[in-house]
Structure formats: C-alpha cells, structure tokens
C-alpha cells in the first residue's frame, strides 16, 4: 500500500512547470554572446546593474566571454594539481526577442545544466531546477512583458532582454548522483540551451506508443499527445503525416482536437509487415504533427521505430525473432578541453567511432545523455540502455527521492520515442554505502522497488535493468553482476567460467563492465612472449600474467600489451556461449574521474579504447576485427615505435583483422600467409614469429575478405642495447605544425641507451610566452603523466614568441628545451 501511495505524487511531476519535450521546428540555440562568472554573486542584481565607466567598483568581479555548451570544469576537470572546482557559477546575456505569434510563449529549454540552476529575467526569478542530465523548460513569457512594459529598463538595455542563469555543482549529499561516483559531477550550461516560440495553444509532447509481433507481420502504433493552452480556444486543427522509412507517406490526416492541457490518444493505426527497426537495418519512420489555431501554427517532428526484442528466460536476447548477441560499450558526456560541454559535431563523430568499432549496443553512464546522442543512436542502430544517475552511496530523504523520481519520469518521457532504447536502468552499483550513517538494504531495496515500478507505469513496453547489487537482483527485469575477470579478479582465462555461474543465478542475466585500464603508448614484450611459450610447448592453459604480478589492476603496469590479450580472449570466449545475451565492455573512451588522482593520467579512468580525445588505443582494432563488417585490418603496435630484445630472438606480430586471410612482409620479405579463425588465440590466428633487424623495420600486411583487399604498414625501431638504472633526460621538439611545437623527453641510463621498461612521473612546465596544451586528460595532453617506454610527449603553442620548457623527475636532473630552437 505504501509503494502503490507514492504514484500519485510521483506522476505530478510531469505536470511541474514547463517540459516542451516536443522537437519543435520554431527552435534557436543560443550559443553565442555569453559571459560566465565563477563563483558567486551577492544577488541577481550585480549581473545587471549598470557600469558608470571603467574603473569603478561595479566593474567587479570580472567576467569571460564563453560560448554555450560551456562547463566550469573543462580545464580543472584533470588538472593534477587541484580538486576540482564543485560550486555556484553565473551566466549572463542578452536576448533580442521577436516572437512571431500573437500571444504567443517565449520558453528557454534546456538540453542539460548542473546541478542545480536558476533562471532569472532582469531580476526576477522565472525558474529553477534539480538535476544535470535531464531536459527542461522556463516559460519566460510573463517575466518579458513585464520588463518591456518598463520603459525606462527597457531602453537601458536598448530593447534586449537581460536574462542571467546561475548553475551549482556543490557536493549535496541529498542529490544524486552520489559525490562517491567514479566520475566527476560537472557544472555549468553544457548542454545546449534553446530559445522557442510557440503559439498561445501549442504541443508540449508527442509520443509514439508502437508494438510488432516477433515475426514482424503486424506492427500496431498509437500517437499520444500533450499541449499547452494559455488561450481561450476549446478547438482546433491537427494535421497528422506519417512517413514510413522508404519514404512513402503512409498516413496524411486532419482533424479536429480539444484543447486541455490533458495527455490524449490522437491517433491509432495497425500495419501489415511494418518495416522494422535493427542494429543492422536501423529503419526509421517519421511524424509530423501540426496543430493550428487562431493563435499560430506549429509543427512537431518525432521518429520512431518497430521492434521486437525478448531477454529469454536464462537464454540468449532476441530481436525481431531471431538471436542477436549484444556487443556493447558504455560512455560518459566527457571530452578533452570541454568537459561535459561536447558539441553536436563531437558527438556526432564519437558515435560514428563506435558504430564502425562494430558495436550493435551502448549503456549510457550513468544518466540520462543528451538528446543528440539518442538520435544517433535510433539513426545509426545501436540500442541503449539509459539510466538515472542513482549511482552509489546509499539512499537519502524525501528530496533525494523526489529528485530520483523526476528523473526517471523525465527520461522515460523525453525519450520513449527512440526504438534504440531497450532498457530503462534504475542505479548502478547501489551496494556500495558511504553518503550516509547508516546504510539499510531494505531502504536500498525499497527505493529500488518503488524505481521498477514507476518505469514500468510510465514505459510498459520496455524492460528494467540495474547493475552490480545482488540483494536486489530479483527486483529489475535484466540484472548486470560484477565480473571482472583479469582485471580486479582472477585472470582472464577464467571469463567463461566466471560469467556462467553468474548466468545460473537470475532468469535475465546480462554483463555490464568488463575490461580493464591501459596507458595509451605504453607496451611491454613480455606477454606476448608468455604467450609463445604456451603456444610452442603446446600448453594446455595459457599464461596471462608475469611472476612478478599477482593482480593486473594492482600490480600490473597497465600497458596497451596486456589488455589487448585480455579483449581478444574474451571476444573469442563470447562467441561460443549460446546463452549468453549479451555484453558491454567498459568503456568506450577515457573519461575524468575525481577519485583516482594517481593514475598514469591523474584523474582519468583509463579502461578506454580510445583516449579522451578520442584517439584510438591498439584495443580499438582488436574490437573492431571481432565485431566490425567492412574490411580491415591492423599491424597491432602503431604507437609503439621502439620495440626490444635480443639480437636474433623470435618476436611476435599479431594482425587484427576481420579478413579471411592476411600475408605479412618484413623490411619486403612476406613472412607468409594465414587464414583468420576467431578461436585460434590471440589474434584469431593471423600471428607470426618474426626477427626483426637492428634499427629500423618496415611491417606491411595484406588482407584479403572475398574481392576486397585491405592493406596497412607501420615502422617498427628494435633495440637490442640492454639498459641500466635511468640516469638522465632528453627533451627535444621532434614536431612543428604551424604555431604549435611537439616535445618530448626521453629517459636514459648513464650510457644514453633508452630505458624502454621506465613508467617514472615526469612533470612537464613552460616559461615565457607559449602555452602548455595540458589539463587534456590524455597522454600528451597532462603536464604530469607516467612515461610510456621510457618516455612522454606534450605539446607547446607558441604565440608567436619564445618560451623555455623542462622537465623534472624525483632523483634525474632537471633537463630544459629552448623554443624556438
């Protein structure tokens, strides 16, 4: 009775304030002509109050001129040197105004801001909001008309709108998610802000309900829709178009509608063989709905999609009525120099990364994303499992839980449309105490249950899902346990017996978070010379780890060499297990992370296949040779430049590749050809043992997949020299492009042989009149970083002057590097 008390007040959410969900036509992102303020002001007063001349006190506190999607935390996000900055920020502008529609509504609608944000024209407060990841709206209609009617403001700010914005990351123990969380809880406009104008009766929302039998022969869709009235009109016209994703228009209706602010059926329908939606065919079909009044005409486009998918029980996933094995990664909304600011292009071009990658799949952590991301999704055919950021340290009180609340019902309704979407999360990792005194499982669990079953009122249609808390598994439909296997536990020979007992314990058994951290660059010969010596003495385990490491997340030096075997061990394990639904490596990219300051990037979780800028690891191929459908192929090692050992000793070289076949040359010599087969580990076969010469080597590998011939080449140096105990550095610029100066230092021993296994810390710094291009969160882009083989780069832009730059390292001698040289 108690859960059952709580939909009431749950389900006004959706009622609170203004949503305008719907993708209105009449939209402006106002992304220019902005200054931002960190820290606080006294009052909303000092944004707009007017400047005598330069020079007076009301000229302070100095503000920057930025453009939107903005985020306090871009720089400071992964600077080694600071925690960083959680707390109040302003935002000011000026709108010029011109609404097209008689009466009509001015709303500001916002794609995302953290944490908590207050909107305020002139100084009166029109807004506010609870939550960084979900969309909202201010209608600032009234709170114009009233500055206008002032005639004197007005012509003080010659007829624009002064409108201010104040966002708050504070830590708040009362808000999720969590400051536990193993990523960082941005601040700031990040998102894009819209500026639309509607009619005086206009669409707040439309949805599209759709179902399909799993044969696809008859797919049923309703049209539900919710407006907004602030006229008198009881009528009006709605025009409904449906577009089917050959083209053809399948529905062309009129009619008329009522006016309530109510959420009504408009239009039902049934289709023969709909065209279907999948990974492989991501068909679309499109809605166009206008409603006309006397008091305007607007038009909404939604899209959407048929599909059928079922999570057997203790069984595989289906879609559409056949097997379809999920091959997923996870990402945040993080990127070098922008933080959670990511603009519609670099999203754009990272979901591309991972749909060539192969993936068919992505969990969204651990919040709601942006909107641009979900259409990419539907349009690129990766389905999704988004979730409310309910992401550790226990559960709090009753504004906790209102804030819990409203984010699901707002991602569920803001994204219910998209058929990419197969299952709404309700937490992560909600085992994990801390934010609180105490710690209640049956609160956890009671929060938990209320969670499912609000999903499931607002969204019958799709499936429920959490990941690693097993006293609550039974309460999702679809539960992830914690397996990692290689990484935080056991090693990775061990995934398929590991994951198989897991699969017996829950009906839906799905694996979220698998992998492991790599330094970008950073390798080491002795694995895969574990992995010869299992292969040649014909073995019947095989050696993953060196004597000296115990644990690869403990102990390990995290090179590019080891997770790479990892990836393609439990690839090729993933393929022989009927029953397996499924699973999502983590994660796509590096991302920010403020609880691991000590990582060979400080504050940068490193389990991604491409770095934070989204330069691509080794392990990116080694996915994309498992997953991908177009030809590739790849000499594994292009950013390890220098390898080593003995003069004369056998060194392998793996090819990823999803060809049937592949010949490599040495220096022009082929080495042979071998034919590719996913269960021959590692490299599904296409390996040689090669000797490579001293100095410099020329690798090419040809690979063949039917009449498709694919190709790459990388230069490899060998170094036979043995070093000593690093004594010395070199810094040197090896590159120049236009104003920017590559550099990097070198770690040798007395002799001035490189030290190809050093990992020391070096500490890059600039004097003069360049910039250091740091606080990237990348390899070369962090003035303090962990060596790669004996050495790091980082990148210098000029100014057009001259500058100093150096190195330091505990116990070498400090070394410097004149620019220009």
């Not at 609870?130 to 209608?139: A, L, M, N, P």
């Not at 409904?240 to 083209?247: C, K, M, Q, S």
């Not at 389905?383 to 609340?405: F, H, L, S, T």
């Not at 979407?421 to 309700?426: E, R």
Request: glycine content about 8%; overall charge neutral; proline content about 4%.
């Amino acid at each position: 009775m108690k859960k059952q008390s709580l939909f009431p007040f749950i389900l006004l959410i959706l009622c609170i304030g203004t949503s305008l969900n719907a993708q209105t036509e009449s939209k402006i992102r106002l992304n220019d002509n902005w200054k931002y303020l960190k820290g606080d002001l006294g009052n909303v007063w000092e944004t707009v109050r007017p400047i005598v001349k330069p020079g007076n006190p009301e000229c302070v506190p100095l503000w920057e001129a930025v453009t939107l999607p903005h985020c306090f935390n871009a720089s400071d996000g992964v600077d080694p040197d600071v925690n960083y900055y959680q707390g109040p920020g302003w935002y000011k502008t000026l709108l010029a105004l011109n609404n097209p529609f008689k009466q009509g509504r001015t709303i500001l609608h916002f794609e995302g801001a953290g944490q908590k944000t207050e909107v305020y024209v002139y100084t009166t407060k029109v807004g506010s909001h609870i939550g960084g990841y979900d969309e909202w709206s201010v209608d600032i209609t009234d709170a114009v008309n009233a500055f206008l009617q002032n005639k004197t403001l007005s012509s003080t700010f010659n007829g624009k709108i002064p409108l201010s914005i104040r966002c708050d990351n504070s830590r708040d123990n009362e808000m999720i998610p969590s400051s536990l969380a193993d990523f960082n809880i941005y601040g700031g406009i990040y998102r894009y802000l819209n500026l639309i104008y509607v009619p005086a009766l206009s669409i707040d929302r439309v949805n599209i309900n759709t179902s399909v039998d799993s044969k696809g022969m008859s797919g049923k869709f309703d049209i539900v829709l919710k407006t907004t009235n602030k006229s008198s009109l009881t009528k009006a016209n709605l025009k409904i178009e449906i577009v089917d994703a050959a083209g053809k228009v399948i529905v062309n209706t009129n009619q008329e509608t009522e006016t309530g602010d109510d959420e009504r059926t408009v239009y039902s329908s049934t289709l023969k063989k709909p065209i279907l939606w999948s990974p492989s065919q991501p068909n679309l079909y499109t809605c166009r709905v206008t409603l006309n009044s006397e008091t305007g005409t607007q038009t909404v486009t939604e899209h959407f999609g048929f599909r059928n998918y079922e999570f057997t029980d203790n069984g595989p996933f289906m879609l559409n009525g056949k097997r379809l094995l999920i091959r997923g990664t996870h990402k945040h909304e993080d990127h070098a120099g922008v933080g959670a600011a990511m603009t519609e292009k670099q999203i754009r071009e990272e979901m591309i990364l991972i749909k060539e990658m192969g993936a068919n799949f992505i969990r969204l952590g651990h919040y709601q994303q942006s909107r641009i991301t979900l259409n990419l999704c539907d349009s690129l055919g990766i389905m999704v499992w988004e979730e409310i950021p309910w992401c550790r340290g226990g559960v709090g009180g009753d504004r906790y839980k209102k804030q819990a609340y409203s984010m699901m019902t707002n991602m569920i309704t803001q994204h219910r449309n998209h058929p990419a979407v197969i299952l709404w999360g309700l937490g992560n990792e909600n085992d994990w105490p801390g934010d609180f005194p105490t710690y209640d499982k049956k609160e956890v669990r009671d929060f938990m249950s209320t969670l499912n079953d609000l999903a499931h009122k607002l969204d019958p249609s799709r499936k429920t899902s959490i990941r690693r808390c097993d006293f609550c598994k039974d309460i999702p439909d679809v539960y992830s346990p914690s397996i990692w296997a290689g990484w935080y536990k056991g090693i990775f020979t061990d995934y398929k017996t590991m994951s198989e007992k897991e699969m017996k314990t829950v009906k839906h058994f799905f694996h979220a978070e698998w992998g492991g951290d790599s330094h970008a660059g950073r390798f080491d010969e002795r694995y895969d010379q574990l992995l010869q010596q299992s292969l040649t003495k014909n073995k019947d385990s095989i050696l993953t780890l060196p004597n000296d490491i115990d644990n690869a997340s403990k102990s390990g030096e995290w090179s590019e060499s080891y997770i790479c075997n990892l990836y393609d061990w439990t690839l090729k394990e993933q393929e022989t297990m009927p029953n397996l639904t499924g699973a999502a490596f983590w994660t796509f990219k590096d991302f920010s992370t403020p609880v691991r300051p000590d990582n060979p990037v400080p504050y940068v979780n490193q389990k991604g296949v491409v770095e934070r800028d989204d330069t691509k690891k080794e392990s990116y191929f080694v996915f994309q040779s498992f997953w991908a459908e177009k030809p590739m192929v790849h000499i594994y090692g292009h950013s390890w430049p220098v390898r080593w050992g003995n003069a004369g000793e056998d060194k392998m070289v793996k090819v990823y590749s999803n060809c049937d076949e592949a010949e490599l040359l040495l220096n022009g010599k082929s080495l042979g050809v071998k034919k590719r087969h996913s269960q021959d580990f590692p490299a599904a076969g296409l390996r040689w043992n090669v000797v490579y010469k001293q100095g410099e080597n020329l690798l090419k590998v040809v690979a063949r997949k039917g009449k498709v011939t694919v190709v790459d080449e990388i230069t490899q140096s060998y170094q036979t020299d043995h070093w000593g105990k690093p004594a010395q550095m070199t810094l040197t610029k090896i590159n120049q492009q236009g104003d920017i100066a590559t550099l990097e230092v070198k770690l040798q021993d007395e002799q001035n042989i490189l030290c190809l296994d050093a990992r020391n810390v070096v500490t890059f710094g600039l004097a003069g009149d360049g910039k250091l291009l740091d606080n990237l969160g990348t390899s070369s882009g962090s003035r303090v970083v962990e060596l790669q083989n004996g050495r790091a780069i980082i990148r210098v832009r000029m100014n057009a002057g001259s500058c100093v730059a150096s190195v330091k390292c505990n116990n070498i001698p400090t070394v410097f590097c004149k620019l220009p040289d």
